[in-house]
């Protein structure tokens, strides 16, 4: 199995960095879908590094850089960071890569952009859809303290590690964090980690999802405290017909990171049980 990096021009300032691995034990079948990897607010393609090579056993994989995350580059403007523009990058990106059929993994805020994308795209184009402690496609609104906090979550080291530690993961709390966690959220340039928090969060996209019309999966993290189980299953599984929801226990939020291998069994799971005639 072998990964490379390639950085696509999508526009002015706007480059999307794509790790996209290919194997020569993968099924040559014409029809056999790309797996698309999109990250949390906070995160890169290295968010899903202990998950796509489990999955890039079987089947070709790509995982994307958000706009100012990892080693994507986006414009140095306050509000180029919405949801829409993010599923804009990730779509010119797949045109980019001649990816005409794809099953779209969004975590947290990725979970968010691939209902946009999925509820967008042409029906031919995605096979499927597996939301991970999915943001709902709903707006969000925070009170201002809260959201204050969290504009400021990633704004050094220390609070950086607090919240992977204690907020994002469940189980890191006594172990050490893999190194990129941490990197990863600093790297963030100022805009995208302002975006979400002031703003993207309370973008709705809910239009988009209820045009869903693939089979979709949705993994939920039993001790996820930041898109809590009661939630996902109101706002993210009850708002799309016939999603079906798996729990992973002992995860936090950030199931690739605390239970990759589970992550990775359920979205093989799914993938083997589409039509993809």
């Known amino acids: 199995m072998s990964f490379r990096t390639e950085l696509i021009d999508i526009g002015p300032n706007i480059k999307i960095s794509a790790l996209i691995s290919r194997s020569p034990n993968q099924s040559q079948q014409a029809k056999s879908p790309t797996v698309i990897f999109l990250h949390f607010w906070g995160g890169s393609s290295r968010t899903w590094s202990l998950v796509n090579p489990l999955v890039?056993?079987?089947?070709?994989?790509?995982?994307?850089d958000f706009r100012g995350w990892g080693g994507s580059t986006g414009p140095n403007d306050a509000d180029a960071y919405s949801i829409a523009a993010l599923a804009s990058d990730i779509d010119g990106a797949l045109k980019a890569l001649n990816l005409d059929t794809v099953?779209?993994?969004?975590?947290?805020?990725?979970?968010?952009?691939?209902?946009?994308?999925?509820?967008?795209?042409?029906a031919h184009a995605v096979s499927g859809l597996v939301l991970v402690s999915p943001a709902p496609s709903t707006a969000l609104t925070l009170p201002s303290e809260m959201r204050d906090q969290q504009i400021h979550a990633y704004d050094n080291p220390d609070s950086a590690e607090f919240v992977a530690r204690n907020v994002l993961t469940e189980s890191f709390r006594a172990r050490d964090l893999p190194d990129f966690v941490v990197d990863d959220m600093l790297r963030g340039s100022r805009w995208a980690r302002e975006a979400w928090p002031a703003y993207a969060m309370e973008e709705d996209v809910s239009e988009a999802a209820g045009r869903i019309a693939v089979p979709v999966l949705i993994v939920a993290s039993a001790n996820d405290v930041v898109e809590p189980l009661v939630r996902v299953r109101t706002e993210v599984c009850g708002r799309i017909s016939g999603?079906?929801?798996?729990?992973?226990?002992?995860?936090?939020?950030?199931?690739?990171?605390?239970?990759?291998?589970?992550?990775?069994?359920?979205?093989l799971g799914f993938i083997g049980g589409l039509d993809l005639s």
């Open 103 to 122: 099953v779209l993994v969004g975590l947290s805020m990725g979970a968010k952009v691939a209902q946009l994308l999925a509820g967008s795209l042409p």
């Open 243 to 267: 999603a079906r929801m798996e729990v992973v226990p002992g995860s936090g939020h950030l199931s690739p990171l605390d239970a990759p291998e589970s992550v990775a069994e359920h979205i």
């Open 56 to 64: 890039a056993q079987k089947y070709p994989t790509t995982a994307f």
